[in-house]
């Protein structure tokens, strides 16, 4: 049987925009404090990263305005989609986290939900610097060029 890769994950919600808008200088991954309805909610792929940012609150990082809507077989009357989500993480890495939010110009995003390889729900976090908009009109113009010459090198051949 072959070995699993350390990479095993099932990415169930990304923030794709994230990198469009922001420099992402590190990543951290954390767990992530969901009851059991949320759960089952994002094991069938529900759930969105869009508008999600995270922050400090009580010495601690939680994640904001993530959406996880309601497992349908679920009964919870008080149900909210959008409430904080208090993310898991070790003392070095949150005192770290905790020293970049207080740097100018530095914000923590969620970059995506995913349940590592023994089914445990994840987050990705990500140290980012906003972009100007000649920032992402260079990001776009680079792009367009490193997918133009690759189709030029191609034709060649």
């Known amino acids: 049987m072959a070995k699993k890769s350390l990479t095993d994950k099932k990415i169930v919600a990304q ?5 469009h808008d922001y420099f992402i200088e590190d990543n951290i991954q954390g ?3 969901l009851h059991g309805s949320e759960v089952k909610s994002l094991r069938l792929g529900q759930g969105s990263l869009a508008d999600c940012w995270a922050g400090e609150k009580d010495g601690e990082i939680w994640m ?14 008080d149900y909210v989609s959008r ?10 890495e949150m005192n770290r986290l905790l ?12 970059l995506s939900i995913y349940f590592n ?3 445990i ?5 990500g140290i980012a610097r906003g972009k100007r908009k000649y920032d992402k009109r260079e990001t776009q113009k680079k792009r367009d060029w490193d997918r133009q010459k690759a189709r030029l090198l191609r034709e060649k051949r």
């Open 15 to 19: 923030n794709r925009k994230a990198r």
């Open 31 to 33: 767990g992530l404090v």
């Open 64 to 77: 904001f305005s993530c959406y996880i809507p309601q497992y349908s077989s679920s009964h919870e009357p």
């Open 121 to 125: 729900a994840k987050v990705d976090i």
């Open 83 to 92: 409430r904080p989500r208090k993310i898991l993480l070790h003392k070095r």
């Open 99 to 110: 020293g970049a939010i207080q740097k100018d110009g530095v914000t923590l995003v969620p």
């Open 117 to 119: 390889d023994r089914g």
